[in-house]
């Protein structure tokens, strides 16, 4: 029998203690010095995965990621000087390769000398805690964001309104040459759209209209022009491949920040000289045969990580550091699902990099009464 925190227990005392261990919901594993398993009670099959028979005798390092396998030495250092450790939320990995966050407990194993022969640990699988935990945090973080934004939208009203006069006048000036003018219209289409913005955030715009026709080459161009000179500063190669005629009934604000998202995206992957093909055809979706466009933007940038890949539509997520919120690719997704779309990726980082992002459109698209568009 492996060695017990509580040598002294009379002898009557084991097969209550060993009831006890096997009937705890959290796993209960012993070790020794060198790491090897002990002891191992019916809530660490549970856990892990891993029968007693197959695992006792073999070095806890099996449980413990690849990268976090130096927590072990820390362990087995404390252990060794007496020390407990309480409440220590890591990582483990089940007998099938499946991560999960734990929470463990670690107490040194004493013989009837007082010598310390090994390490009883008590583990808890936090991994649905700690996906609540997040959820909440996001909640609370996009609440703060729409506060935020709902201040900020408040505090540009005036200056906006000031903007848009300037170049309603300017507009009006005699001898305005026509490239100037196709500057100002082009500025008065964008500060539309900014406006339009504000007034959904506060809240005053319930965007239950009906929706018009695009013509989407259209909505590419204008906002394809907004990233020009950008473009050109780094070099880009734009490829178009774009259906003639192509049109569809939906809203111009929330196609063009869909867009606007992907293109910035792809823009920020991209090296100098770099590519990005954007292409958009008539398409239906399967099994309901509903007629839609199929939007893709792609690129020959630096590509995503796999581990990335798995948080790519989270709020707040982003790989930009400083330069991303982390909502764009959220609110493309929100957006699309709002209005039974949907959006595909695939990437890969090894040569020949790159990122695909498409977007399923569906025609007609309703406007969700009562909420804000």
């Not at 289409?189 to 955030?201: C, D, E, M, P």
Request: include cysteine; glycine fraction near 6%; charged fraction near 25%.
């Amino acid at each position: 029998m492996p060695p017990s925190p509580l040598p002294s227990a009379p002898p009557n005392s084991w097969n209550i203690l060993a009831a006890i261990v096997d009937s705890s919901d959290d796993a209960i594993i012993s070790k020794d010095l060198k790491g090897n398993i002990t002891s191992w009670n019916i809530s660490a099959e549970r856990v892990f995965g891993y029968r007693a028979d197959e695992i006792i005798g073999k070095s806890i390092m099996l449980l413990i990621p690849p990268e976090l396998q130096h927590d072990e030495v820390m362990i087995l250092s404390k252990i060794r000087a007496g020390e407990r450790i309480d409440h220590f939320q890591t990582v483990r990995m089940k007998k099938n390769g499946e991560r999960m966050d734990v929470s463990l407990t670690i107490s040194p194993v004493k013989d009837e000398s007082g010598t310390i022969v090994g390490a009883a640990k008590i583990l808890r699988d936090i991994t649905r805690q700690k996906k609540l935990e997040s959820i909440v945090h996001t909640s609370e973080r996009l609440a703060s964001v729409g506060r935020l934004a709902a201040t900020v939208a408040h505090e540009i009203n005036n200056p906006l309104e000031a903007v848009t006069n300037y170049v309603y006048l300017a507009k009006q000036q005699p001898d305005v040459p026509p490239k100037i003018k196709q500057y100002l219209d082009a500025a008065d289409s964008a500060l539309a759209r900014v406006s339009h913005i504000a007034q959904q955030t506060l809240g005053f715009y319930r965007e239950n209209f009906h929706p018009t026709e695009l013509v989407i080459s259209d909505v590419i161009a204008d906002v394809l022009a907004i990233y020009e000179r950008k473009f050109k500063y780094k070099q880009l190669n734009i490829d178009r491949r774009i259906d003639s005629g192509l049109t569809i009934s939906g809203f111009e604000g929330e196609m063009k920040q869909m867009i606007s998202n992907l293109v910035t995206n792809a823009f920020d992957a991209c090296r100098d000289g770099g590519r990005i093909i954007i292409a958009a055809r008539s398409t239906r979706r399967f099994p309901s045969n509903r007629h839609g466009i199929c939007l893709t933007v792609a690129d020959n940038g630096v590509g995503i990580s796999d581990q990335d890949k798995l948080n790519l539509f989270t709020p707040f997520f982003t790989t930009k550091e400083n330069l991303g919120t982390g909502l764009g690719l959220w609110i493309t997704k929100e957006l699309l699902e709002n209005r039974e779309g949907r959006v595909r990726f695939r990437s890969r980082t090894s040569s020949p990099s790159g990122t695909v992002m498409s977007l399923y459109i569906p025609e007609a698209l309703q406007a969700n009464e009562g909420t804000i568009g």
